[in-house]
């Protein structure tokens, strides 16, 4: 049985795979613009304290569900009690939700890094100015881009656990790093950075106490996104997890290195906007828009365009190890109900099968044009157009949406539930405790993350949960 659903090959790999899952496009894109528009240095001190309070927290209560349950989302909650299955198939539609607008995401990052490619071979990469704009309304290049990303998702999933999510992480997250640290060191170097540190490190405190809730809800959201949390992802990650490994260490190391990755994003970017002379407070537009023309105008040359490959890559690389998390979330759903009813799992068979409907369900992200609309160019309108509704952030376009509803409504809600089920319900030593202890590691920490799993993770997330219906509805 245990065998059958495949298992870690090393603590090495599960932890690049977990690092791998939770930096991704929250790190890279979601930290420095969300910090640049909320009073950067305020911004990361709320953000820390999240991280360390109610991530580490939750993390562990998701690794240790799926180790002890040994299912995913849906399964796991099942083991615990037939009633909270419901709880599990929040997750996994989330991950259906997810893993569509986010490989469309990834598919334009894919072509933002052929094209820094072609210009270093002598080709045109970006042919028209304003590149972004023209490309999001371009429908067969989205859909190709989007195809080629689910593909590559396919290709990982389809060789298991320790065979595909672990073999890739292992190469791809250190390589990840590596060409971080060589752009933060390049954009260090440039007249004018030192600003964008400044910004980032130093907290404005009359800023936060002005404008303290944005700030939490802001943090504690971007914190969610970024660690996967909230929908089963580290419960089926965890679920592959061996007897053997401390679970506390695990969920300190996760967070810290995700962590370390945002901050570090954070270091590469906003110096650079600094010292090109870009807003930070650029929003969305920071990866696509403001990212090209530092590499393109900015840098400037060849310099500019090995710096910009390597940049899209190493995004490509975090978008991939991210969004392979979710397609397996939704492929270990199917999986367990095989190996439930006695039958071969069919790996590959069910990761198609997912991925076609993943991709089904994401297709309106694309054909929007991210909003751009038919009058625009694009084939389809956004869903305030489409179904007459008011415009608001969750109806401007069909990625707002469907973020509105896995990020804003299901993600939260479902965090908060497991952590009252573990605190309240079904009590943090008994169901956290034993497990932790079943490796022999002793629960350092209990008394602390009994107060999180009671109180601080559902009143944090309550916030988060109406502030988030407010701000989308808004
Ligand atoms: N954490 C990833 C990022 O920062 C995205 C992601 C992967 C995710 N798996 C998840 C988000 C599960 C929420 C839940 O981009």
Known sequence: MENNRGQWGSTFGFIMAAVGSAVGLGNIWGFPYKCGANGGGAFVLVYLILVISVGVTTMLGELAIGRKTGRGAVGAYTSLSKKYTWIGYMGVASGFIIVGFYSVLGGIVLRYMLGFLMNLLGMSGFP????FGAWIANMPGMLLFYAIFMIINIVIVMGGISGG?????????PALFAMLLIIIVYVACQPGAAEGYKYMWIPDF????????TVLKVAAGQMFFSLSLGMGCMITYGSYLSKSENLVRNS????????????????????????YGMEYAGGPGLLFNTMQTVFTQGMGGTIGNIMGFMFYLLVLIAAITSSISLLEVCTAYLIDKRIEKGKDPQRVK????????AFVVGLPTALDGLGTNVAGGA?????????????MTATADWLDFYDFLAEGVLMPLGAMIMSILIGWVFGTKKL????????????TGAKFFDICFKFVVPVIMAIVLVAQITSFLG
């Open 128 to 131: 028209a100015e304003g590149f």
């Open 165 to 173: 999510i672990e073999k890739f992480s292992k190469i791809a997250m």
């Open 206 to 213: 009359n800023y936060l106490f002005s404008n303290f809730f």
């Open 252 to 275: 300190l190391i996760i967070p810290f290195s995700d962590t370390t990755v945002a901050l570090m994003s954070g270091m590469c970017i906003l110096p650079a906007c600094a010292a």
């Open 350 to 357: 069910m990761t198609v099968i997912m991925a076609v409907i």
């Open 379 to 391: 084939w389809m309108n956004n869903p305030a157009e489409m179904f007459g509704l008011p415009v």
């Open 432 to 443: 956290i405790g034993e497990e932790v202890e079943v490796s022999a590691a002793k629960f």
